[in-house]
C-alpha cells in the first residue's frame, strides 16, 4: 500500500475528535434549533430541508429520520428534502437555472412557521442563501447549517449551527450528529407515554 494509511487514520480521527470536543461548548447555539423544531412540529408545520452533493445527502437522511423514525416507533412526523424530485430539479435548472432551485421549491411549498433548514458547509452556496431568503419572505424559521465561518447563508438565516471546523468532511459528520440529536428531541416529545 503506497498510502501510509496509519498517518491517515490517525488525522482524520484527530480533526473529527477535534471537532467533536468542540461541540460540547456549543450547547446555547444547538438548543434553539430544538425549540424551533418542536415549536414547528408541535402546530402541525414541516421541517424542509436543502443543500447540495453531501449536504443534499443529509437532508434527505433528516427528512428519512423524521418521516420514518430515528430510533423508536411513534407517529410520522412533517419533513421533506427538496433534492428528491429530479424532474422538479432538472426542469427548473434547464428553464431558469440552479440557483433559484430551492427558491422556487420554497414559494411552492412552505407555509409561515415551516421550517426552511439550509444546509451548506462552505456558507455561500448561492441556491442555499436564495432558499433561505424565500423562507424569510414566506414566513418559515429560517435555520442554516455551515461551516465554522456561517458565512452569508448563517447571516440570512433566524438561527444557526456553525459546525466547529473548516474542513468539508467534519463539517458534515457534526452537522449529521446535531441533525440526528434534533431527530432525537423530536422523537421524544412525540412517543407514546
Excluded at 487514520?9 to 434549533?33: C, R, T, V, Y
Excluded at 419533513?79 to 428553464?95: E, K, R, Y
Excluded at 465561518?149 to 446535531?178: M, N, W, Y
Amino acid at each position: 500500500m503506497s498510502t501510509d494509511f496509519s498517518s491517515l487514520f490517525k488525522a482524520h480521527l484527530g480533526e473529527h475528535q477535534d471537532a467533536i470536543a468542540k461541540l460540547s461548548a456549543m450547547h446555547d447555539q444547538i438548543a434553539p434549533l430544538a425549540d424551533a423544531w418542536l415549536t414547528a412540529l408541535k402546530n402541525g408545520k414541516k421541517i424542509i430541508f436543502f443543500g447540495n452533493g453531501g449536504s443534499a445527502a443529509d437532508a434527505q437522511h433528516l427528512a428519512a429520520e423524521l418521516v420514518v423514525r430515528y430510533r423508536i416507533n411513534r407517529p410520522a412526523l412533517a419533513g421533506i428534502a427538496l433534492t428528491t424530485d429530479t424532474s422538479i430539479i432538472t426542469a427548473h435548472s434547464n428553464d431558469f437555472g440552479f440557483e433559484t432551485l430551492f427558491a422556487r421549491q420554497i414559494e411552492a411549498l412552505a407555509q409561515p412557521g415551516d421550517i426552511a433548514l439550509g444546509i451548506s458547509t462552505s456558507g455561500t452556496s448561492k441556491n442555499v442563501l436564495l432558499g433561505l431568503q424565500a423562507a424569510n419572505k414566506r414566513g418559515c424559521v429560517t435555520i442554516a447549517f455551515t461551516g465554522e465561518k456561517g458565512a452569508d447563508c448563517a447571516a440570512e438565516a433566524r438561527l444557526a449551527f456553525k459546525a466547529p471546523s473548516g474542513i468539508t468532511a467534519r463539517v458534515q459528520e457534526c452537522h449529521l450528529l446535531i441533525g440526528h440529536l434534533l431527530c432525537d428531541v423530536a422523537e421524544q416529545s412525540f412517543a407514546a407515554p
